[in-house]
């Protein structure tokens, strides 16, 4: 049980971000300030596209971790990498479309687009391996993939600790933009090492 708690405590944040994501395309009076103002900003297609792209992928990515239910279920583990990819790609470019409106100007812009082309590139390199038979690759790519779709996670999570401890948000937003993501590239390098030096699994 308690091995397992990063994992579980994972999939909660995952599901929990995810559903808010939907739930934003589902019931427009929901939506706070923050999403409202990323709608006016920039453009309510590219907005959602990103919001129900990314909301299905980091519930999909999340279920995938469990080596049980791969195991269990296979046709359904295939099934959703293929929905995984697919919304990865979509939410990728939406993404990356939206970085150039995100607020904090230029350190922003480059953070967000960088997340969102690292995002499509790794997952571009997990359905690569996949489709070569290249399992362990494969699994250490999208160990990175599903890193940088926690950022969804991550960042809403800085948000309000910026905000508690007294920083500008603008000031905050711009370091947010890449410390969203790039300490989860650094924490899922962590787990890929021990990983790969496991001899690959070719099918």
Not at 120 to 130: D, G, L, N
């Given at each position: 049980?308690?091995?397992?708690?990063?994992?579980?405590?994972?999939?909660f944040l995952a599901f929990g971000i995810g559903l808010y994501a939907i739930a934003n395309i589902l019931l427009p009076d929901l939506r706070q300030e923050f999403v409202i103002n990323m709608i006016d900003a920039s453009s309510a297609t590219g907005t959602l596209l990103h919001f129900l792209a990314g909301g299905i992928v980091i519930?999909?990515?999340?279920i995938q971790f469990s080596a049980r239910f791969r195991a269990k279920y296979l046709h359904i583990h295939r099934l959703l990498g293929k929905v995984y990819v697919v919304g990865c790609l979509i939410g990728g470019v939406a993404g990356l479309y939206l970085a150039f409106y995100s607020t904090g100007g230029l350190v922003s812009h480059y953070g967000f687009g960088m997340l969102a082309i690292c995002w499509i590139v790794t997952?571009?390199?997990a359905y690569r391996h996949i489709r070569a038979g290249n399992i362990r690759i494969h699994q250490d790519w999208m160990i990175r993939?599903?890193?940088?779709t926690l950022a969804a996670v991550t960042l809403r999570l800085y948000l309000p600790i910026s905000q508690i401890a007294g920083y500008e948000f603008v000031d905050a937003y711009r370091a947010i933009a890449w410390m969203a993501w790039v300490p989860n590239l650094i924490i899922a390098e962590w787990f890929i090492i021990p990983l790969s030096n496991k001899k690959p699994v070719l099918t």
């Amino acid at each position: 049980m308690t091995r397992n708690l990063p994992r579980y405590l994972m999939t909660f944040l995952a599901f929990g971000i995810g559903l808010y994501a939907i739930a934003n395309i589902l019931l427009p009076d929901l939506r706070q300030e923050f999403v409202i103002n990323m709608i006016d900003a920039s453009s309510a297609t590219g907005t959602l596209l990103h919001f129900l792209a990314g909301g299905i992928v980091i519930i999909a990515g999340a279920i995938q971790f469990s080596a049980r239910f791969r195991a269990k279920y296979l046709h359904i583990h295939r099934l959703l990498g293929k929905v995984y990819v697919v919304g990865c790609l979509i939410g990728g470019v939406a993404g990356l479309y939206l970085a150039f409106y995100s607020t904090g100007g230029l350190v922003s812009h480059y953070g967000f687009g960088m997340l969102a082309i690292c995002w499509i590139v790794t997952t571009s390199m997990a359905y690569r391996h996949i489709r070569a038979g290249n399992i362990r690759i494969h699994q250490d790519w999208m160990i990175r993939s599903y890193a940088l779709t926690l950022a969804a996670v991550t960042l809403r999570l800085y948000l309000p600790i910026s905000q508690i401890a007294g920083y500008e948000f603008v000031d905050a937003y711009r370091a947010i933009a890449w410390m969203a993501w790039v300490p989860n590239l650094i924490i899922a390098e962590w787990f890929i090492i021990p990983l790969s030096n496991k001899k690959p699994v070719l099918t």
